[in-house]
């Protein structure tokens, strides 16, 4: 079991809240009203039925879609939507469901590319490749290489991301998103697509990212076992309307959960 | 086969980041240097085989450099960035004019106030031709921000039409010559001037290893990850804090800024006197097939392609020559036409990254030799 | 680092006495390889993607560090403390640690499971044990009741352990900057460790390297640490390693080979360790490296030698010709070339030709390009095998010894290389041959006990002090090299008194590529007859080319043309068997080819492949009687399981064959 | 008066001209919305099936036949030539390119382009070669109204005629027929298209067909109005402003894009060319292009560009 428990988590300060926030596509309501928060540190899993609005909360919080109504309040600063480097510059990094990754690119190189943010010298300095700017490629390097070892996987780092297995993608993914050290992140579907033996993999890089960096999570993820042991506390959502928010174990024996879990076979 | 990579290890960042990591390759490359830098300009002086005549420097060498340089630039924007020009024959032609004119002096009459800048000399002109293309680019690259492929494609065209219309028509960059052509001035850097085929051969040597490093050396940093981030993943990569602005006018000022350099270089060097269309679609064209052939996000493809594109006509012109064969010169120019637009097809059907993959698959191949792979 | 290096300079004189090529402990080495290559590599790791190198004084100064971080954690002059993780720095700083202290380093193979963990940590009564990582951590956490005596664990990778109970847990990171903050602030303890380290003997017990227990529970082999120099100097010397040799660490530490190469000979000769990244990577790894000394047991090079094979099937029609002929070209002319023989000329550029088209590179994407010295040992070696990498002109030598040995009991000299022998006794070594046949030595490096167990220690020990190896063997005359021939305890006698070793001539049959599996029997009986398995694949494709028509393996194994070809191998077995009189008595009589393939999931094999003669015996007796009492045909029954699990009864008639000897040679006897 | 109805022709002649524009940019809709392929060897095929057409008419009529033969002749050549080419495009490099991006398959017709432009002129010759299919002579309409009439030229009506009945037959065979309606599902859905029976290579044969088919029509056109010569490839890059305006996918938007244009064009450079040095109509239309793609990017009757995460 996870060692900080669910109360002390319920406790905390949040990093993230979510508030009356409405999303709508043309006419079709993606997203109805749903608010709930994300403490620092926790673990926390959207759940919830194909369809279910899921991945646009994710988009949402990141700034790619702009709700029509609600607010989002992230370390204190409350707006209705941002744009997406917005999002990354305050901290919030993003996998996806279908690996988002840069394909033409080396699996260092994709990492590297979520250094960006922190790379500070100009492209002047970049052309020339000469004193700050080759030490600071070096710091970046570095920190990389730090997560390549953390993600293990070192034996592919020269590899276009192409040329590998999806697991190993979606470790790359992640390790992309762990290099902007973010504050929040956000991993949709981190074990879509996985055999056992990787999604065990997965969860363990997901609770070492906690553990290590104390990372705070948001996981929207379809196998349920993997959600009750990863998650200090799970919101649920049915047809972009929230039915429940609480601990796995709340969670799991919610009435409304049960129902909505039942129209679709699991 | 030629490779003894056992024992290279890297014990720095530095070394492991190096452009060319394996000894053997560094080898070849200082002796390549050497030879372009010293070979080539002695066996030149002494009219040997086959530098018998200027005909190889003047009419290959140095086009040759130049359009590398100018496929160097648009690899940066269509290879590296993902955004796709037709329109890089009007940044040359900026590079050109706004050259000229800095080389000849530039006076602007504004609400009676004349701001007038004296003749520079020609390397600071030839940069700030290069620069003036830069501000195009990006003028021509915002709506890049709103559009995508092939209709980005398109509004390049516009770059294209409208300032060939400029250049033919504004006869202000064109010092109101009678006949519309112009003539470069006398090309003189640091009190040293260069005529001969050799110096201007050296003199487009020296710019093209220069900007080709400082290229590589950007495509490998920071803003190289994030065009190719872009070209790969636009979504993604804003999702990582990429500024699609900020990366995308980078890029399009910077490729503008190389082609147009590469465009003062046409003119002055090697046109030496030369008319709008010098700088029409065709050369747009010709510069997209060199880095399509020669390979889309590659350096050294902006070379591979130049060359091939510059030496294919030559070949067809020759071979048939040399086997007897009776070819006008218009058939000669249709079969280019025909061989180049059917090599192209047929590249992308075959190897889409161009002659550079080929090259590193080649490379690859005698790296894990015997192994097949 | 600099604070560190300043303080060596400074103690140079206190420990200058000891730190000379006399060193007589391993810290004392590591102090002279200090001194007197500071800026030399020692150790290097891949680790965050470059190889991060050590140099001697940047280890000593760490090691210093270390050893004081230990000591404040109580660690001291007497304990053991045990070593368990991959081949990393900080496992190997963990054991220079430990002896600066004086106290035991107790390695443990990293991939056993708890209880052979609890086993070994327990009965070396360990205080401490310095492990690599959280997979480590949790095995010992699992066995902790019954390792009452362990007090502290010390670990080199944070990952997975951050919310552990740190009570008996440190990072050797911090266990490091503590010594570090210590040495800074009291110069005493500078004093102190250089008299930790001036206070090592020769005598003191270097190591315990736990045998790993094929039979009953493992043993500690306790070294000296004089033993352990004086054994690594002669074979140092005897190989001319230099502090220029580059080495790759990627055995199991707790096996006495990597103690051997990656730690006495490099302490001894000053070379450069290096580390692989990951286990994924090592092969990557090997080829940066490129080793100039390098050691595997043959299945390395046989799993090697399998994957060019079959990665070169993959190759286009012309690069497979290309490299078959070439490869053909090396089998003829390549290990004369090495061995310094006459070769003809157009051999010679046939060979030139080769090396720039096929050797070379080979070589080259296996990482083997510098290898100066390889060796292999831990088994017998096919001839093809080991004369595959030497016609490449690679110098691979085989040595033969044991962990009580300190690794070497003999080993070939250059030039002097054969397949079938393991080389004169090493320099120093003492070999004898008792009576019944087993090898006997005496050697510098030879071992002081069995840790904790006397008459375990007497029982490997004859009188005058030889050790017994455990293996039956005779000098060759030719050669006057050793050839290793069994178990001695395998060994047995036929009727008429003479030496019957199966798994020699078992090994010998098997080095046919067409014969898979033979089964020897001869003991208390009058003469020697085998049971052979033919390999599918190789008879099959010889059947092909030989229009030889057959439906199964049974009806191939019985093929008339098939014996004939077998008869052929166990004749020339038999000649090879006659080249010497210790073992030309033994040469097969009888054969007969088995209508089936001996298999696992009938129990005539282990699961590791080695035929179990007992079983086998009992269930093909008929077929043994058979192969004594002179019939020329037997019927056999026997169950078999099929692959989908069914089981059934397969029964034939086999055909036996009778081979003649060479009687040349036991007449000159 | 005299100005409104100077604004009058200008406007009516520009528009005229831009239904020509919209005959070429039909063959790109065509073949864009069937199979995503961005064809800028629409104006190649112009050029090759004008030069089929007029040479073998030409050839024709040399050996004495009657012009009406002649032009049934040239015209079932022509079209057997465009049946050809568009097997061999087919065949030979989108086939073997299928399920490419749209970057990649843009750029092998430009390579189409390059060979069309070089046969088409190695094996009908690169010369002009002046085509008389209809009137070229001018027409004053309204006289009554405005003082010299309103100027047309016959070839501009006749040309928007054909506009329209080329793009009401379109309509008829993207509606009525089989053939036709397997188009609008394969632009829909390669995949369901593939599941429906529908092979994909016949379907992109017959795309290139019909665009080969209107190109030769816009070559019969443009081939009256300038000759038929190489420059009529240029038309390809005429197009371009129209589609962008119009949308890559709509058959009425390559239309409306083509009016806009030339009427656009016109007005500018007889209104706006003399105060900017003349010649402006060489690059108003992409200017025109540029301003509408930064409020719509995908063009006026364009799909929604929708992104998805």
Known sequence: MRAPAASDIAAGEAILSVKNVSLAFGGVKAINDVSFDIKKGEIRAIIGPNGAGKTSMLNVINGFYHPQHGQITFKGRTRQAMRPYEAARGGIARTFQNVALFKGMSALDNIMAGRTLKMRRGFLWQMLRIGPALTEEIAHRRRVEEIIDFLEIQAIRKIQVARLPYGLQKRVELGRALAMEPDLLLLDEPMAGMNLEEKEDMSRFIIDVNDHYGTTIALIEHDMGVVMDLSDRVVVLDHGVKIADGTPDEVKSNQAVIDAYLGVAH | ?373 | MPRGIVGAAQREDAVAIDATAAADTFPKLLVHNARVRADRPALRHKDLGIWQTWTWADLLDEVRAYAVGLHRLGLKRGDTIAIVGANRPRIYGSVMAAQMLGAVPVPVYADAVADELAYVLAHAEVRFAAVEDQEQVDKIVSVAERLPKLETMVYDELKGLRDYDHAKLRAIDDVIADGRTALANDPKVAEWLDNEIAAGKGSDISIILYTSGTTGQSKGVVLSAKGCIDAARDTVAFDKLTDQDEALAYLPIAWVGDHYLNYAQQLVAGFCTACPEHGETAMQDLREIGPTFYFAPPRTFETMLTRVMIRMEDASFIKRKLFHYFIGVARRYGEAILNGQPVPVQGRLLYRLGQFLVYAPLKNVLGLSRVRVAYTAGEAIGPDLFSFYRSLGMNLKQLYGQTEAFLYVTCQPDGQIYSDTVGPAAPNVDIRIADSGEVLFKSPGMFVGYFKDDAKTKEAMTSDGYVKTGDAGFFDQKTGHLKIIDRAKDVGKLNDGTLFPPKYIENKLKFFPNIREAVAYGDKRDFVAVMLNIDLTAVGSWAERNNVVYGSYQELAGHPLVYDMVARHVEETNRALAADKMTAGAQIRRFLILHKELDADDGELTRTQKVRRGFIAERYDPLIKALYDGSAEADISTEVTFEDGRKGNLSARVKIRDVTTVPTLEKAA | MILLGQILEVLISGLLSGVLYSLVALGFVLIYKASGVFNFAQGAMVLLAGLALVRSLDFVAAQGFPMWTAIILGLTFAAAVMTLSAYVIERFVLGPLVNQDGLTLFMSTIGVTFVLEGLAQMVFGAEIYPLKLFPTDAWFLAESIFPGGILLNKLDVWGGLIAGVLVAGLAVFFQRTKTGRALRAVADDHSAAQSVGIPISWIWFVVWLVAGLVALVAATVWGTKLGVQFSITFLALKALPVLIIGGFTSVPGAIIGGLIIGAGEKLAEVYLGPFMGGGIEYWFGYVLALVVLMFRPQGLFGERIIERV
């Open chain 2, 1 to 373: 086969m030629l490779y003894r990579e056992a024992g290279q290890f890297k014990t720095s960042y530095a070394a492991d980041m190096a452009v060319f990591p394996i000894r053997q390759d560094r080898i070849a490359l200082w002796l390549l240097l050497a030879f372009v830098f010293i070979g080539i300009p002695l066996l030149a002086n002494f009219q040997i085989w086959p530098f018998g005549s200027e005909y190889l420097l003047r009419a290959i060498l140095v086009p040759f450099l130049i359009l590398s340089l100018a496929a160097i630039g648009l690899n940066i924007l269509t290879g590296y960035c993902g955004q796709l020009s037709l329109g890089s024959g009007a940044f040359m032609a900026i590079g050109a004019y706004c050259a000229y004119k800095f080389g000849t002096g530039v006076n602007i009459p504004l609400f009676g106030l004349a701001l007038s800048i004296p003749p520079l000399p020609v390397l600071p002109s030839i940069l700030l031709g290069g620069l003036m293309a830069a501000i195009g680019g990006i003028l021509f690259g915002i709506p890049s921000l709103r559009i995508k492929g092939l209709y980005l494609a398109v509004a390049t065209l516009a770059a294209q039409f409208f300032f060939d219309w400029v250049f033919a028509r504004v006869q202000w960059f064109t010092n109101y010559t009678s006949s519309g052509s112009v003539n470069a001035p006398q090309l003189e850097f640091f009190g040293l001037f260069v005529n001969t085929p050799i110096e201007r051969y050296m003199l487009c040597l020296i710019f093209v290893v220069v900007f080709a490093m400082l290229a590589k050396n950007l495509v490998r940093g920071n803003l190289g990850r994030q065009w190719m981030a872009i070209r790969d993943m636009d979504i993604a990569a804003e999702l990582i804090g990429i500024r699609p602005l900020y990366a995308k006018l980078m890029a399009f000022a910077i490729s503008s800024f190389i082609i147009g350099v590469a465009g003062a270089l046409w003119a002055f060097v090697y046109l030496g006197s030369w008319e709008p269309l010098a700088f029409s679609i065709d050369r747009s064209f010709q510069l997209l097939f060199m880095v399509i052939i020669g390979g889309l996000g590659s350096i050294l493809g902006s070379f591979l392609g130049a060359a091939f594109i510059l030496v294919l006509p030559i070949l067809l012109d020759q071979v048939p020559h040399a086997l007897g064969i009776p070819v006008s010169v218009e058939t000669v120019s249709l079969l280019v036409f025909i061989v180049t637009g059917a090599l192209i097809c047929w590249l992308l059907i075959v190897e889409p990254h161009g002659f550079a993959r080929l090259w590193a698959t080649a490379k690859e191949k005698l790296r894990l030799w015997p192994y097949p792979y």
